[in-house]
């Protein structure tokens, strides 16, 4: 099924509203990138690298068994079968570990564990489960009950994953869990990263308080300054402050003022940038920019290419994070090097209907189920509670005005 355009709907150019791609070329348009430093890999995790990694050694580094039983040759046990064994006497045995290359001849063969090297008389290995007695019955003699698949069965071979000096990763990735396994397996100690982005998270508003606060008429919890900086942490950053401000425009600038002390590279406010009588950000910061995207929610958006860089984001919570990831979030990542600056995206079917606003690219926090993507609330920018169950954003054209159960989408996906 396809997606409802509104017929002869208003072009975004002919309005006051610039795109998302505008904004963010602006943006993206004023990073710099951050320093490189070269950092063990136990302090990698989650950096960015910057230089690429090359083996150091062959992956494997030499001809190992796969299993644990016998080092043999092939043509002794080629044809064994369980009605006709094939007999062989065991001379040495080989743990994983062990430097020994033991001699062996016809008949005879040695006992290895897996990730042992292949002795060099040896062509295949034979598991103990093809065995008469397997491991309880492994040494001194050997009854093989099933001849191998071939030649080579069951052996690594040097250098059939990664030959040595080649490149392993390449620069501009995610540096997670796995790369950091295979640069250790590969026998690189270090790796060469961009530092971290220092950064001040800045939540405005004087109805805000601390989460557990016994609230008075007017006030709230304060969520978007967690929210962010949990963002920012995810995407590779160091938060240095963390903090919020009532609408005094004094007060706004003296944090400003702190934050630059501090060294951030950037400053994430939320709050403060639209129409309203109290909008600190925007009578504080006289170098910030404002301007409306094209967008749904995070329509009002503020920006200073000043150093440090300030993002002004607009506070409703669904608004706060949708413009993190689809402003911020690229723009540490660009600090970084990041080859890739935006989350991976899925098609999938609808599981249920909505509108969409005709001149706006709607960003829709979606559940997946069985039956595809499904609003996580009900539609509003204020809904905090319905993005704990988000899993991504359903990111919907500014053309499209209706959404049908069954409608392709795309999926933005933060999980």
Avoid: C
């Amino acid at each position: 099924m396809a997606l409802h355009p509104r017929v002869g709907a208003v072009a975004v150019a002919g309005n006051a509203m610039i795109t998302v791609e505008e904004h963010l070329a602006v943006i993206l348009a004023a990073v710099r990138p951050l320093e490189l430093i070269t950092v063990p890999l136990e302090d990698a995790l989650g950096s960015t690298l910057r230089t690429a990694v090359l083996a150091a050694t062959d992956l494997p580094v030499f001809d190992n068994s796969a299993m644990d039983g016998f080092a043999v040759r092939h043509a002794d046990v080629a044809g064994a079968s369980a009605a006709s064994p094939a007999l062989l006497r065991v001379v040495a045995d080989l743990p994983a570990g062990s430097a020994l290359d033991p001699a062996f001849g016809p008949g005879e063969a040695v006992r290895i564990m897996t990730g042992a090297p292949l002795p060099t008389a040896a062509d295949t290995v034979v598991p103990f489960e093809a065995t008469e007695g397997g491991l309880a019955d492994s040494l001194g003699s050997v009854r093989v009950l099933e001849a191998p698949r071939g030649v080579g069965a069951h052996i690594r071979r040097r250098g059939e994953d990664v030959i040595a000096r080649s490149e392993l990763l390449a620069a501009g990735v995610l540096l997670g869990p796995l790369q950091l396994a295979a640069v250790a397996a590969a026998n690189v100690a270090t790796v060469t990263v961009a530092r971290r982005p220092r950064l001040a998270v800045i939540s405005t508003g004087s109805e805000l308080v601390s989460p557990g606060t016994e609230l008075a008429r007017g006030e709230i919890p304060e969520s978007n300054a967690l929210l962010l900086a949990a963002l920012a942490r995810d995407a590779g950053a160091e938060v240095l402050m963390l903090t919020t401000v009532h609408d005094v425009d004094d007060d706004l600038r003296g944090l400003l003022a702190r934050a630059r002390a501090l060294g951030v590279d950037a400053v994430i406010t939320s709050g403060g940038v639209s129409a309203g009588a109290y909008e600190v950000v925007k009578t504080a910061v006289a170098e910030m920019t404002f301007t409306q995207v094209a967008m749904q929610p995070g329509k009002p958006q503020g920006f200073s290419a000043a150093d440090p860089l300030v993002f002004g984001l607009p506070g409703n919570p669904v608004s706060a994070a949708v413009s993190f990831e689809v402003f911020v979030r690229p723009a540490l990542l660009a600090m970084q090097g990041r080859s890739h600056l935006q989350r991976r995206m899925l098609r999938v079917p609808a599981a249920t209907g909505w509108r969409s606003p005709h001149d706006r690219r709607q960003f829709v926090p979606i559940t997946l189920g069985e039956g595809g993507a499904a609003p996580a609330a009900a539609a509003g920018s204020h809904r905090a509670g319905g993005l704990a169950r988000a899993e991504g954003y359903a990111v919907i054209p500014p053309d499209v005005v209706t959404v049908s159960a069954g409608d392709l989408v795309d999926v933005m996906l933060v999980t």
